[in-house]
């Protein structure tokens, strides 16, 4: 296991229970802790698990995290996904989900898949209600 510091881990974890759920939610208070985004599934085989993908800032080890998540499966979110592949990975389906995040209102507008695409929704919407 590579013990490498890192920022963006993604997390799975099956056949969570509550004190694993409340672990989860205890990474937020983390001084480092900067995001994380968790979807509550069922596998084809009946398996519940949990998906999350975990920011900090500045980097943090694997280490530590299996610390918190013995049985968990970790593993560093690959250089080329963006934010947003893993945020809606974890989102995808009619899914329990849960959000929490230390970012700033310019870093939370960038989790949107494409920026113009709030132009072209509002864009179309404002010109409707003004009628």
């Known amino acids: 296991m590579s013990n490498e510091p890192y920022r963006y ?8 229970t509550d004190e694993d759920v409340a672990t989860l939610k205890g990474v937020t208070l983390l001084p480092n802790f900067r995001y994380l985004i968790t979807g509550y599934e069922k596998s ?8 999350g993908y975990i920011e900090f800032k500045p980097t943090i080890r694997k ?4 610390s918190f998540f013995p049985r968990a499966h970790i593993e560093k ?27 700033t209102p310019y870093e939370k507008i960038n989790l949107l898949p494409h920026p113009e695409a709030v132009y ?11 009628g």
């Not at 881990?9 to 969570?16: A, E």
């Not at 280490?63 to 299996?66: A, G, I």
């Not at 979110?77 to 970012?103: D, F, H, L, T």
């Open 63 to 66: 280490k530590l995290l299996k």
């Open 77 to 103: 979110k690959r250089e080329a996904s963006k934010r947003i592949v893993a945020r809606n990975y974890c989102w995808k389906g009619p899914i329990s989900k849960a959000e929490w995040n230390q970012m």
């Open 9 to 16: 881990w993604v997390i799975t974890l099956n056949n969570y």
């Open 120 to 130: 072209d929704i509002f864009g179309t919407f404002v010109p409707n209600i003004q």
């Open 44 to 51: 084809k085989t009946g398996t519940p698990h949990i998906q």
